[in-house]
């Protein structure tokens, strides 16, 4: 069969599948996933969140970071925002399996009563940078993988 100048179908579906392998590691990698290599960890009543993590190079350091100026109360609901603590109690670390680990705490309603547990899946929003936690904004990722890719962001944070 001579060339004739544009690539295959089979070239063009490899390109494709490579393109979004790639995109899909790098949303994975940068979405989260502190917990894979950071262990003792716990939330302050401030909304803190400590733990003692891997610093990729053989060693451990202590690590923390301010959870509280990225999550908020609503309605006695843990939401993007921030300020939470200000309004929840019985503020403490969760696990539910590897993916779902995070914030749960009682937080006031609007009407002035104290709501039941309500829980914030962190696990998916702080990464382990060298030792150092750092809150990630995954739905801008995700985004982008929508718009470039023309996939659902949800297909592929959850493939």
Known sequence: ?????????L???????CTFT???NYARADCGGFAVSCGSITITSTGALQCICNDGQGGYSRASLDLNSHISNNNGNLVDGGDFAATCRNIRWYELGTDNQGIAAECVKDDGSLGSTTLYNVERRVANYGGNLAWNNC????????????ISPRKVLTA
Not at 1 to 9: H, I, R
Not at 11 to 17: D, F, S, W
Not at 139 to 150: M, P
């Open 139 to 150: 739905r801008r990722r995700r985004s982008l993988l929508e718009h470039h890719v023309g």
């Open 1 to 9: 069969m001579a060339y004739s100048g544009s690539p295959s179908v």
């Open 22 to 24: 790639l995109l899909f």
């Open 11 to 17: 070239h063009k579906a490899a390109a494709l599948m």
